[in-house]
């Protein structure tokens, strides 16, 4: 269940916003009032030369929205994607499972993002990629939760990584529930993710470092 990834491996993250349902709890820039532009076909344009210039191997989708969010009025946005990504290792962060037509199996590890226990039951493997799950600890979380989690995905044949990451409140500030446990299980059991900034994020031609600055200097879209 433990796949470590190589010291070598470096991500860029694409940070997309076709929309969302905005129904996330924790949801970072919603409670945050983050300003993430619209994502647009023109503006992948940069992409391959700042994962080059960053020196990465994997590209992750993730958003400001959720990536998959009226995926069918977006299909543009992923061809060009599909095409200008084919020497890179790639990867989809989504809280939507099953979405029809979409090619999850075009992608090397999806990433799916859960707020409840029932909802490890509609995660299916489309093709061959790795499947994570990942959970924002909350104020609802009990060691006997997140035990429960991790007996599901141990004994699931669709789910080969599980992980769980601190919430940012909204006054971006992180939050620190059930950390000692956490912390306990990590690489055992778990994956346990501190809040920090450790990706590039690429959005819309533009690279940062940090999340809370997308789009900063862009008019407000969301």
Partial sequence: ????????????????????????????VKNNDLHIPKSTVERLDSLISEAERGVCNWISLSGGGDPLWEYQNHKDWYRKFFDIATDYKIELH??????????????????????????LKTIKRDG?????????????????????ISTFC????????????????????DTYYCQKYLREGHQ??????EQCDYNLYY????????????????????
């Fill in 128 to 148: 061959n990629e790795i499947v994570r799950v990942v959970f924002v600890v909350t104020e609802n979380f009990t060691e006997e939760l997140v035990d429960k």
């Fill in 1 to 28: 269940m433990f796949q470590k990834e190589k010291k070598m491996d470096k991500y860029i993250s694409v940070i997309t916003n076709f929309g969302c349902h905005y129904s996330c709890p924790y949801c970072i």
């Fill in 203 to 222: 959005c819309e031609n533009k690279v940062y470092t940090e999340y809370k600055n997308i789009g900063v200097d862009q008019e407000k879209v969301i």
């Fill in 154 to 173: 141990q004994e699931s044949s669709e789910i080969d990584e599980l992980s769980f990451r601190q919430m940012v409140d909204d006054h971006y500030q």
């Fill in 94 to 119: 989504t809280s939507i499972p099953n979405v029809k037509t979409f090619p999850y199996f075009f992608f090397n590890r999806v990433v799916y993002h859960l707020h409840s226990y029932d909802q």
């Fill in 188 to 193: 055992k059991r778990w994956w346990y993710i």
